[in-house]
Structures are given as C-alpha cells and as structure tokens.
C-alpha cells in the first residue's frame, strides 16, 4: 500500500465534519474559517514511542491518547476544539495496526466533533505529532499568568491514577485491580467541557500533565505569586489511597499524565464554580490558596510543612 491509499483508507473516510473547515485533507494546505469575533487557539504534542508510551501500548490507545492530549491543552485554554492535524513517523505500513491506532483516534474525534484536515506521513521510528485547533471568544483565552492572592486552587477529577498506571504497566507495581489506573494513563479524558465552563470563572488555568507541583509552579511563575497546597486535600482516587501515605503524596504531586485541570478562582466567582460543575460528573476539588509569598508550600492537616522528593518530569534532565 503507498502512501496515499494509507492516508486514504486509514485517515480521510473517518472524519466528523466541522463547520469552520472550508477546505480538509487533500490539498497542500487545510483552509479554515475562524468566525467573526473569535481567536484562534493552536498547540502541538509530539508522543515519542518509549519516551511518551511503553512500547507495549495498544494502538488504539496510541491513537487516543495522541488526540487527547491536544485535545487537554485546548481545555487548559478555555478553548473548543474544532480541528487537528496528524503527522505520523512509521516504522513500517503496518494494517493491523493503523485500524486499531485511527479507531482510537477517531472514536475521540467524534466524541468532541474534531475533524481531521491534514497531516504528514513518513518512514522512521515511530513518533505521533497532533497540532489541534480551536475557537475562543475575543479575550476569553484562561491563560497561566491570571493567578492572585486568596485566589483558590482548584483540581479536577483525581491525581495520580496515570503515575500508578505507568508503574503497573512497567511491573514496578501490582495493584489487586490495575484496570482503573491502566485506563487513567491509556485513555485520559480531556477535560474539554470543564475548560470551557472556567471561561469568566477562572483566573488562571493549566493541564496537569508533569504532576501537580510542575505544572501549578507554571501558573505561580507566569502570575508572580506563590502557593499553599493542602495535601490532605488532595483528591485521591481509592487505588492511590491504598498506597502508603508517603507514596501517595509523592505520586499525586509528582507522577505525570493526569490531564486534569488546575485553576485558580477569586472568591467572587466561586459561586459560579459551584453551579458550573454541577453539570459534570468530573469533581472539583479545592487544594489550596495562591499566596503573594513566591513558592510552593504544601502543608499537612496539623500545620507541618511536607517537603515533596522529587518535582515534575523533565525530558532533558
Ligand atoms: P504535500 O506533499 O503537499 O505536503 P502530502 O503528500 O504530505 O502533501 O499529503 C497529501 C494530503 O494528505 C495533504 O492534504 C495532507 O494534509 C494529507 N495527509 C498526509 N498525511 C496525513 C495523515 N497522517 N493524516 C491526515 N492527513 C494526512
Ligand atoms: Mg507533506
């Protein structure tokens, strides 16, 4: 099969359709509408194989995983994605293969209605680019420099299940049911409606992909403010409970792929939150308060100050 029938019969039939594409795959470039009064929001996400993924992974849940984390950025944003872009590096045209990874793919793609306009496909170790697009109204963007004093900080869902995950899935851990965490770090759910939602309530936003304590310093550093984070507030799933408490912290702070959201809120808009989230099944929880002091302190329930290990993963580090 050459490239194109691949692309074709892998990449083009599948597709939702949105209404801000004028022009999709096939040409040189994808033409797209941005309505009157909108922005445009764009990221790009590079899984490497064995870097982002075991080698291991089901293709499918490569193919979910490559869109959903593009698809958490948009959500960090405030943004509704519309579009995405796929470029694939391929050890070799493998069929069996490109059903299950666009299976995966386009059954996330439907469900958030992002239509694929393009892409590029080559020969090499394999490697998944996703750029994703989406709508903001003008000004409405979340960004990571919004964060005040008193604001409260606020996580969504649980923390920690993908770090548990990956140790699962690496056997540095047997857990009496790794099902739960396994699909926590195979098939986040982006946090796309929640994202939305935060636009006007939200002060600053993030997506916990590096651990809570990497991404939340992102938001202190662009804001210029520090932090309090309550570990005994932390949300913990019963799997993350069940670890002893000192690996339990560690994970819910530090371990990776979570893609939950992290935002702050004024105290003006907490009531707004509230009714916000009332709709969502996902929770809410709040975990701390921004300081003016620069830093991160987290602090136990009896006011003792826990000094965490180790921080967020680095690729180069
Ligand atoms: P060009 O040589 O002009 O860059 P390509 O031969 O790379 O064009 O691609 C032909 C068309 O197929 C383009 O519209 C491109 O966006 C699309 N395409 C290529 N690879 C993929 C892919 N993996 N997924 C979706 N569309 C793709
Ligand atoms: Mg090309």
């Not at 943004?79 to 990874?101: C, G, H, N, S, V």
Request: aromatic letters at 6%.
């Amino acid at each position: 099969m050459d490239e194109f029938a691949l692309i074709k019969r892998y990449f083009t039939r599948r597709t939702p359709r949105s209404p801000h594409v004028v022009l999709g795959i096939g040409d040189d470039a994808a033409v797209l509408d941005i309505p009157a009064g909108m922005q445009l929001a764009v990221s790009v996400d590079t899984l490497v194989s064995g870097v982002h993924f075991p080698t291991s992974t089901e293709p499918y849940d490569i193919g979910y995983k490559a869109l959903a984390v593009n698809l958490s950025d948009m959500a960090a944003m405030g943004a509704e994605p519309f579009a995405a872009t796929l470029a694939l590096t391929l050890p070799q045209a493998d069929e069996a293969w490109l059903q299950r990874f666009s299976g995966g793919f386009f059954d996330l793609a439907a469900r958030y209605h992002v239509q694929l306009i393009g892409g590029d496909t080559t020969c090499g170790p394999l490697s998944i680019t996703v750029q994703i697009h989406g709508l903001l109204p003008q000004g409405a963007a979340l960004l990571r420099s919004g964060a005040r004093p008193d604001d409260a900080i606020y996580v969504t869902g649980t923390l920690g299940d993908a770090g548990l995950g990956l140790l699962a899935a690496q056997n540095k851990m047997t857990l009496p049911d790794p099902q739960r965490a396994l699909d926590k770090l195979n098939r986040p759910e982006p946090r796309v409606l929640e994202g939305m939602a935060l636009r006007g309530i939200a002060g600053s936003a993030i997506d916990v992909s590096d651990g809570l304590l990497a991404d939340l310093g992102h938001i202190l550093k662009a804001s210029g403010a520090g932090a309090r984070l309550n570990l005994d507030a932390l949300p913990l799933s019963p799997d993350v409970r069940a670890c002893d408490e000192e690996q339990a912290h560690a994970i819910a702070l530090s371990a990776g792929d979570d893609y939950e959201l992290c935002f702050t809120v004024p105290s003006s808009k907490e009531a707004a939150l509230k009714r916000a989230f009332e709709t969502f099944s996902c929770a809410c929880t709040r975990v701390g308060v921004i300081e003016r002091e620069p830093g991160l302190r987290c602090v136990r329930a009896d006011g003792s100050l826990y000094v965490p290990k180790a921080s967020g993963y680095d690729h180069f580090r």
